[in-house]
Nanobody, 123 residues
Framework: QVQLVESGGGVVQAGGSLRLSCEASGRTLSRYGMGWFRQAPGKEREFVAAISWRSDSTDYADSVKGRFSISRDNANTGYLQMNSLKPEDTGVYYC?????????????????WGRGTQVTVSS
């Protein structure tokens, strides 16, 4: 089993930045691709960014390209750097892990999910 815990959410003004972290426990993530998804009130969960298990490919939703950056610095921690935030970026952000995955944008591909961290961008 892999447990994922997100942190780094908060309230920020439009144009500001936040850095989300996703820390894993229970098993190393070295063989897992990681993804970030978000869910706004009344909307379905949507893809934000993903990084392959070898960290050799990334993918981003069109709405965040050029503003967000996904990375991982060791076997158990992933990051989502969010710059130039907009009010429409508001939502609960979830990290997810999938064994031996590429930079996958599909929620159904992921085996493990965190509980989420709230990001609120004020205008």
């Amino acid at each position: 089993q892999v447990q994922l815990v997100e942190s780094g959410g908060g309230v920020v003004q439009a144009g500001g930045s936040l850095r989300l972290s996703c820390e894993a426990s229970g098993r190393t993530l070295s063989r897992y691709g990681m993804g970030w998804f978000r869910q706004a009130p009344g909307k379905e969960r949507e893809f934000v960014a993903a990084i392959s298990w070898r960290s050799d490919s990334t993918d981003y939703a069109d709405s965040v390209k050029g503003r967000f950056s996904i990375s991982r610095d060791n076997a158990n921690t992933g990051y989502l750097q969010m710059n130039s935030l907009k009010p429409e970026d508001t939502g609960v952000y979830y990290c997810a892990a999938a064994r031996y995955s590429g930079s996958d944008a599909h929620t159904s591909s992921y085996d493990y999910w965190g509980r989420g961290t709230q990001v609120t961008v004020s205008s």
